[in-house]
């Protein structure tokens, strides 16, 4: 069965949205703020390709993290007939997300050095790891139980 953009879209859903949204902000915000200073007082004497490889994976780990809860709350909701049915959802939570670290980057410190180029490749990599995440949500009804939860036969 193939579902067509217009399946997708009209599927929107805005708790999905904001959930993603919320989420990969505070996620990037902790793990810029608190994980990744310890890691670069661990970092200097791997190979430079290392230290980047290693910041990067750790800066997309709470996008995908993001986009995966995002994802759950859309299945929660709707239900997921295939792996693609949330990820507009996410997908827009993802740009909702970059746009507010990029207001509260704006706020806190100005204008930010990086070239219009730099901003619009976060944006495309913001977008990426959260459809990543939301692309991991397994199929399932809505209501569907999460996976490790059982219920209690009475």
Do not use: K
Not at 54 to 60: A, Q
Not at 147 to 152: K, P, Q, S, T
């Amino acid at each position: 069965m193939n579902a067509t953009l217009r399946d997708h879209v009209s599927a929107l859903d805005r708790r999905a949205v904001l959930t993603t949204g919320i989420a990969a902000v505070g996620l990037t915000i902790v793990l810029s703020a608190v994980v990744l200073p310890g890691l670069v007082t661990m970092l200097p004497g791997l190979p430079t390709a290392v230290q980047l490889l290693v910041l990067i994976l750790v800066s997309s780990a709470g996008r995908v993290a993001a986009g995966l809860v995002g994802g759950r709350v859309f299945r929660a909701r709707h239900g997921v007939a295939d792996r693609r049915s949330g990820l507009v959802s996410v997908a827009l939570g993802g740009a909702l997300g970059w746009l507010a670290l990029l207001a509260l980057t704006l706020l806190a410190v100005g204008m930010p050095t990086a070239a219009a180029g730099a901003l619009l490749l976060a944006l495309l990599r913001w977008l990426a790891e959260c459809m990543l995440g939301g692309w991991r949500v397994s199929p399932g009804g809505a209501g569907s139980p999460r996976r490790g939860y059982y219920e209690e036969a009475t």
